[in-house]
């Protein structure tokens, strides 16, 4: 186990959303942690989860994704519930009818939503006028689902968590970046990124992520330097240079960040068991190379497994 505190009472959680991992507990945030690995084991061991029986989440896609799509609809037929997919096409937000009324007509079908867009506003207007759980499956500010998946992968890796190093290199004004910073405040792991001027994370989630650090002795450090951020780092992470919606920025971003590639000279820097980690698609040869990940330091497909787990671990609280 992860934690060795009592865990939270799950009556406390249902109903609770999960919009972004500074709005939960560090302890429940392990406490997720903790029941996602047992969930993981108990599959791998042939068991069954039935503990959402009978349970229906709709999933909101503006969005395309492979992973969240394919983990989400799957995590629920493990639980023994059930996933109705809404693409872009069967329902606009905020466009063909209000957030509001969506919320409100969709609380009076489903158990749970799970929303995949662009505007963080979205889902937190989904959340206010819902009387069901909403899950952020990623905004352009933030993206927990991955990153509670990462935070599993580590554990997995290394034993524990408090103490180790994770450096992120790329664009800090992200949503893994964003989110990761939460995580790893969250369960007491030090952070460094490492991004272009101008591309630093936002002030406000940059603040509420000290905010948790100075209760779990977590370090949080931003720079320019690649180099820097990488020295002694347990964990090394980037992510696309130009995420979806950001398209026509692609040439110019490659450029902007031509010197925060991940590869191996950068990674001589990281400690010699190093971990890579990208939350995928990635662009081998712009964020990272080849050699590194699709080398012996890279767990992208543990990472990528570990979503299906982490979410049921979500999906079984809040619903």
């Known amino acids: 186990m992860i934690s060795q505190h009592t865990q939270t009472n799950p009556s406390q959680l249902k109903g609770k959303d999960f919009i972004t991992l500074s709005d939960w507990q560090p302890d429940a945030i392990v406490d997720l942690l903790d029941q996602a690995q ?31 799509r394919v983990s989400f609809e799957v995590g629920m037929k493990q639980l023994g519930g059930d996933a109705i997919f809404l693409s872009s096409n069967d329902i606009q937000l905020g466009r063909g009818e209000s957030i509001e009324d969506t ?53 997995e890796q290394k034993g524990s968590l408090a103490g180790l190093k994770m450096a992120f290199i790329g664009d800090g004004h992200n949503n893994m970046c964003h989110s990761l910073l ?43 330097s690649p180099q820097a951020a990488v020295e002694q780092a347990d964990v090394v992470v980037t992510d696309v240079f130009a995420s979806m919606g950001q398209e026509a920025e692609q040439a110019e971003r490659l450029k902007t960040f031509a010197n925060y ?59």
């Open 38 to 68: 047992a969930l993981k084991q108990q599959q791998k061991n042939g068991g069954t989860h039935p503990y959402l029986q009978g349970k229906m989440l709709g999933m909101i896609f503006e969005k395309s994704s492979t992973r969240t």
């Open 103 to 155: 919320a409100k007509v969709l609380s009076r079908y489903i158990d749970g939503i799970m929303v995949r867009t662009y505007a963080h506003e979205s889902v937190e207007t989904l959340a206010k006028h819902a009387d069901v759980p909403i899950i952020n499956g990623l905004t352009d500010e933030h993206h927990p689902t991955q990153v509670l998946a990462d935070l599993l992968t580590i554990y």
């Open 182 to 224: 939460e995580g790893a405040a969250s369960v007491g792991m030090h952070i460094s990124v490492a991004s272009p001027k101008g591309f630093g994370p936002q002030d406000d989630i940059l603040n509420n992520a000290r905010n948790i650090g100075q209760a779990t002795g977590s370090q949080i450090a931003i720079t320019e």
């Open 261 to 319: 590639q991940v590869n191996e000279a950068l990674c001589q820097h990281a400690n010699d068991d190093y971990m890579f980690l990208h939350c995928l698609p990635a662009h081998r040869g712009e964020e990272v190379t080849t050699e590194i990940i699709d080398g012996a330091h890279s767990f992208v497909f543990d990472e990528a497994e570990n979503r299906l787990h982490a979410q049921k671990a979500i999906l079984k609280n809040v619903m």
